[in-house]
Structure formats: C-alpha cells, structure tokens
C-alpha cells in the first residue's frame, strides 16, 4: 500500500503512474488514469505497466489470458455537451463570466488489464510468440519481451500526489468519524 511516509513507495507509485498514462482532471476526455484510479490499480497489481480495457487489448492485438481477473477502476459517464452548448461557455469564460452550475458526476466500475494479464492474437511484433491455434489465450511472451516494458511519459508531480493521498487519509478519517457516531 502507498504510504506517505516512505519515499521510495512515493517514487515507484509515480513511475507506475507515468507508466499507465495519468490525468489531472478524471472526467476530461484525454487518454489516460486519473490519479485516485492509478492508486486503485497500483493496491490491485503490482508491478504496472501499460493498462487497459478488454475493447483496448483487442485493438493492439492482444487478448486478456485465460482466467484472468481485471482490475477495478472508475470510468466517469455522463452527457456530452453539445458544440452549441461548448461554445456559448467558452464565449461567457472570454467575458470573464464562470458557471457555478455543475451537474451531477456519475462513474461505473470498468475492468482493466495489465499488459502481463494478455497473450498476444496473432504474432507478436516484439518477440514473436506466435499462439498455438487463433483460440489460444495462454501462451504468453517472455518475460524479457518489450511490450512489458514500461512506456516513457511524465510522472505526476509529488506535491499533487502527496495532496491527493493526505485528501484520501482526510476522507477516511472523516466517514470513520461519522460512522463511529
């Protein structure tokens, strides 16, 4: 578990965050984990490298192996605001007007693999495992093989981490208190 007081715990949860693509915002429609669902994956798996859906895998020519379970993470939904609609905020913002008219948020569970929970569908343009027949979803690529290895990108700066953990702590404390009461 990511715990505050130990440094190098910090560390490794912002690699494995720059790892699997992080956001800042979680209902913003760029690619990528919000912070809360990165530490959801991080206390479900460990190690981390490059996570998605079963629809994603399927798209790089990957499918989940034979008994895996995924990983829980929270997928906000809601309605789409119309480019009418885009557009008349951003006239207002350039007014300098801000809505404080907020909707309500919705979020599903949505299941998530790691890379090591697939096997490659065809050949794999890595290492070259090639499956024993086209329903083969247990012959795995070797440990070695680059599409376990960790993606480059940015890791979350450590005072946001550090807020968002002590925010967490400060959630938990404040349902316990209210749960004792």
Known sequence: MLCLNDPAELERFRDIAASIGWKLDPASDEPGYSL???????AQRRPLTHCGGFDYWLSQGR???????????????????????????????????????????????KGTF???????????PHCGTIPASEDDRTTQCPPDCAAFAPRPGSKPPRVIVVELLQAQLLDADEAEGEANQ
């Open 63 to 109: 499918a989940v192996a034979e008994g895996e379970k995924s990983l829980g993470t929270f997928r906000h939904i809601g309605r789409k605001k119309t480019d009418e609609e885009k557009a008349k905020e951003k006239e207002l913002a350039d007014d300098g007007w801000q809505s404080s008219k907020r909707g309500p948020r919705y979020y599903v569970k």
């Open 36 to 42: 809360q669902n990165a530490l959801l994956l991080a």
């Open 114 to 124: 790691d890379v090591s929970q697939t096997v490659p569908r065809e050949r794999c």
